[in-house]
């Protein structure tokens, strides 16, 4: 971009874009929110040391200790700005039923109407960032271009970790005259002539909306990650899951990894949980059986598409981890804490050590004796509060996981041999269940449940339907995302598509302890997976799928009781007679949408229970 500034409008712009699509919007975008001046983000290390020294400068970063996190920084929002903020979340499509049962709707003209109010002079006083970025891979067929408008320097500064980011990706869009999604963002806290600043603008007027026809993301008011961080799951998820369903692809919540038996068989698995049910420490997990490897692709989003060859290929859109960090520590994620041990992070709403460094719940067994709580206030282990926000987030930089497969690198992906479907649930569903096939998969999918975290606003530990741990990312009807679903193997070769697995760490005895131990023990599970897909190991048929037959799970060396495991993967026969009204109930909401042929899964569920 050129080093000199061009004025325009009375607004200073570092740069004007020759893709003139791209320019106008920007200059229409301007021209509402009336910004004191324009940046365009290139993506350099020198700008990035300008914008975090900027934002230490303003009071919203702390500089961390060089020698414990280099180059990363503490922050803390708004104590009201924590989390993802589903009920002001909406899906503006023209039709008000291909929103579906589960999103928020208003018609576009009117939320056009109500948010360009809103957006009218919101950047006053601030600068305006224009952040060119690609999700997946600059060098795919098909680059999924997306360029963030934004406020909010804590933004750039989490969008260049968590996406490609800069002069490259534009210079690509501008040399393709490339489509791209269009991702406007604000905080919404102008600033008067002369007013000083606080460290988390924000507003209590909050709007994330995804306009799915139009391929178009509006954001205001909030400035934490999935509600600002636009690249992630507004675009990622809401707009990519309606390209998806119509091109035949699916955008999905899934981590990716890729596991090594002893004997170098190479599989890759795709795992769905909600949001704060780890994914994170799952895709990096340290399997506990003698020779298994596990290696990392992603934590949070894959996109599937049919390769050539008929199989399933993922790829992670991110070039981040969001990870939730209360529990993440040298036992439960060992991976994690080496990523983020190598700096160029931002920790949002974590605890301050007097030394410069960050702490958390379950970072360390002892708390220390003295920290700065996320709300700013001393804190020492005797303090009735936690230290940390129960949603604060590490964003790290996914290139500095010693684990990271090297197919990341590949803009094809890798292909899918086996899809876990997983709730937070501390009854009824076993350890591990494996669908007879795709349209049983797609019912446990469609069917999954789990108890709410604190990953969005609103009470916690209460169980919903999560299906594919989508509820709150599905951009259109969710009744004809499952029939796209049945649909994916349908128009193409069941045959060659991943097996479907559903899994439950999270189950208790009547004491409410864990039967499982979770964790690195969690690969055990991985590993009967993949022997069920080698026909190595044998299952056993009940009502809800195949369990794994007695001694077909690996116990070797597990401290857990034989009683204890056996609760862990028992099918209890009442408990799911007891789920059923509740999977009706669900089913109805969708009316004509449901695909039939999940009715007929659930009435044959019904009728084995009944046998
Ligand atoms: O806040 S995010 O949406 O980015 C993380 C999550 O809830 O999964
Ligand atoms: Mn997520």
């Given at each position: 971009m050129a080093a000199d500034t061009t004025t325009y409008d009375s607004v200073?712009?570092?740069?004007?874009?020759?893709?003139?699509?791209?320019?106008?919007?920007?200059?229409?975008?301007?021209?509402?929110?009336?910004?004191?001046?324009?940046?365009?983000?290139?993506?350099?290390?020198?700008?990035?040391?300008?914008?975090?020294?900027?934002?230490?400068?303003?009071?919203?970063?702390?500089?961390?200790?060089?020698?414990?996190?280099?180059?990363?920084?503490?922050?803390?929002?708004?104590?009201?700005?924590?989390?993802?903020?589903e009920?002001?979340?909406?899906?503006?499509?023209?039709?008000?039923?291909?929103?579906?049962?589960?999103?928020?709707?208003?018609?576009?003209?009117?939320?056009?109407?109500?948010?360009?109010?809103?957006?009218?002079?919101?950047?006053?006083?601030?600068?305006?960032?224009?952040?060119?970025?690609?999700?997946?891979?600059?060098?795919?067929?098909?680059?999924?271009?997306?360029?963030?408008?934004?406020?909010?320097?804590?933004?750039?500064?989490?969008?260049?970790?968590?996406?490609?980011?800069?002069?490259?990706?534009?210079?690509?869009?501008?040399?393709?005259?490339?489509?791209?999604?269009?991702?406007?963002?604000?905080?919404?806290?102008?600033?008067?002539?002369?007013?000083?600043?606080?460290?988390?603008?924000?507003?209590?007027?909050?709007?994330?909306?995804?306009?799915p026809e139009e391929r178009m993301i509006w954001s205001f008011g909030s400035g934490y990650g999935g509600n600002a961080l636009l690249g992630k799951k507004c675009y990622s998820l809401r707009i990519a899951s309606v390209m998806g369903r119509d091109e035949g692809w699916l955008a999905e919540h899934m981590l990716i990894l890729k596991l090594t038996s002893p004997e170098g068989d190479v599989k890759y698995v795709a795992a769905a949980f909600p949001s704060a049910c780890g994914k994170t420490n799952l895709a990096m997990v340290e399997p506990t059986i003698e020779g298994w490897k596990v290696e990392t692709l992603g934590d949070d989003i894959a996109w599937m598409r049919v390769g050539a060859d008929g199989r399933l290929y993922a790829v992670n859109p991110?070039?981040?981890?969001?990870?939730?960090?209360?529990?993440?520590?040298?036992?439960?994620?060992?991976?994690?804490?080496?990523?983020?041990?190598?700096?160029?992070?931002?920790?949002?709403?974590?605890?301050?050590?007097?030394?410069?460094?960050?702490?958390?719940?379950?970072?360390?067994?002892?708390?220390?004796?003295?920290?700065?709580?996320?709300?700013?206030?001393?804190?020492?282990?005797?303090?009735?509060?936690?230290?940390?926000?129960?949603?604060?987030?590490?964003?790290?930089?996914?290139?500095?996981?010693?684990?990271?497969?090297?197919?990341?690198?590949?803009?094809?992906?890798?292909?899918?041999?086996?899809?876990?479907?997983?709730?937070?649930?501390?009854?009824?569903?076993?350890?591990?269940t494996e669908a007879r096939d795709w349209t049983h998969g797609t019912f446990m999918g469609a069917t999954l449940s789990s108890e709410t975290t604190a990953a969005a606003t609103g009470a916690v530990g209460v169980v919903r339907r999560d299906p594919m741990a989508m509820l709150p990312f599905i951009g259109?009807?969710?009744?004809?995302?499952?029939?796209?679903?049945?649909?994916?193997?349908?128009?193409?070769?069941?045959?060659?598509?991943?097996?479907?697995?559903y899994v439950n760490w999270f189950r208790r005895d009547e004491d409410g302890g864990f039967l499982w131990p979770g964790f690195g023990e969690n690969s055990r599970v991985l590993k009967y997976v993949v022997e069920r897909i080698e026909g190595k190991v044998d299952a056993v048929e009940t009502p809800i799928g195949l369990v794994p037959a007695p001694g077909a799970l690996d116990t070797d060396g597990l401290d857990v009781t034989d009683e204890q495991l056996e609760k862990a993967l028992a099918v209890d026969v009442d408990e799911w007679k007891a789920e059923i009204p509740q999977i009706n109930e669900w089913f109805e909401k969708f009316g004509d949408k449901l695909p039939a042929v999940l009715w007929t899964e659930l009435d044959g569920l019904k009728a084995r229970l009944e046998a």
């Open positions: 200073t712009t570092s740069y004007r874009s020759t893709h003139a699509e791209l320019q106008a919007w920007v200059d229409e975008v301007a021209a509402l929110t009336k910004p004191d001046s324009i940046t365009w983000i290139e993506g350099t290390p020198d700008e990035w040391t300008r914008l975090t020294d900027d934002l230490v400068e303003a009071g919203t970063f702390v500089r961390l200790d060089e020698t414990k996190k280099p180059n990363s920084f503490w922050c803390a929002s708004d104590p009201t700005d924590v989390a993802r903020v009920d002001r979340t909406f899906i503006c499509s023209v039709d008000e039923a291909d929103a579906g049962p589960t999103n928020n709707w208003m018609a576009p003209s009117e939320m056009k109407k109500l948010m360009i109010e809103l957006y009218d002079g919101s950047m006053r006083g601030r600068t305006m960032y224009v952040i060119p970025f690609v999700m997946g891979h600059l060098d795919s067929a098909h680059p999924m271009f997306g360029v963030e408008i934004t406020d909010s320097a804590y933004v750039v500064a989490s969008m260049s970790v968590m996406a490609r980011v800069g002069r490259e990706v534009l210079d690509k869009i501008e040399a393709t005259d490339a489509s791209f999604v269009p991702a406007l963002h604000s905080v919404g806290a102008p600033l008067e002539p002369g007013q000083a600043d606080v460290p988390w603008p924000c507003s209590d007027t909050k709007y994330i909306v995804q306009f991110e070039f981040g981890l969001f990870g939730v960090a209360p529990g993440t520590g040298w036992d439960t994620n060992a991976n994690a804490m080496r990523t983020i041990a190598q700096g160029n992070s931002v920790f949002t709403n974590v605890a301050l050590t007097d030394d410069g460094d960050i702490w958390w719940e379950g970072m360390t067994e002892d708390a220390p004796a003295h920290l700065t709580d996320w709300k700013g206030r001393d804190w020492t282990p005797a303090s009735d509060e936690l230290s940390s926000h129960p949603n604060s987030r590490f964003c790290t930089p996914i290139r500095q996981c010693p684990i990271l497969a090297p197919e990341y690198d590949d803009p094809n992906g890798v292909p899918i041999d086996a899809i876990l479907f997983g709730g937070r649930r501390k009854t009824t569903i076993p350890l591990v259109y009807d969710a009744g004809d995302y499952f029939s796209h679903w049945i649909s994916m193997a349908k128009n193409n070769d069941e045959s060659k598509f991943p097996k479907v697995f």
